[in-house]
């Protein structure tokens, strides 16, 4: 986790989040995921559609993980076919390298 996310969170625990700064965070992320990602009303201030962004930014969120599990995969079996000093090998096992 980065340092500032960290903090963010240290200093977010003490104090109740109010509705105001919820809504505001809703948009934030709204504007974060590509409006193709998002179909809901831009209404930030609303319960319904603040439930369904976030419904719609997990579904999101899993089908990205989804791909970079089936890319990692084929990465992969790219890699045994592969002469492993070759420098495309190289980047290969960087790219499927843990952040």
């Known amino acids: 986790m980065s340092a500032s996310r960290s903090s963010y969170r240290q200093s977010r625990s ?3 989040i109010t509705e105001d700064q ?4 809703i948009y934030k992320l709204q504007q974060l ?3 193709d990602q998002i179909h809901t009303s831009h209404s930030h201030h609303h ?3 603040s439930a369904k962004v ?3 930014t997990c579904s999101y969120i ?3 993980q989804r791909e ?3 890319l990692s995969q084929r990465l992969s079996e790219l890699l045994q076919t592969m002469d492993a000093n070759s420098p495309q ?7 499927l390298m843990p952040p």
């Open 62 to 64: 899993r089908r990205l």
């Open 22 to 25: 919820t809504a505001d965070l």
């Open 47 to 49: 319960k319904d559609s």
């Open 33 to 35: 995921i590509s409006d």
């Open 54 to 56: 976030l419904e719609e």
């Open 14 to 16: 003490s104090r109740p």
């Open 89 to 95: 090998a190289a980047i290969i096992r960087t790219l």
């Open 68 to 70: 970079v599990e089936y």
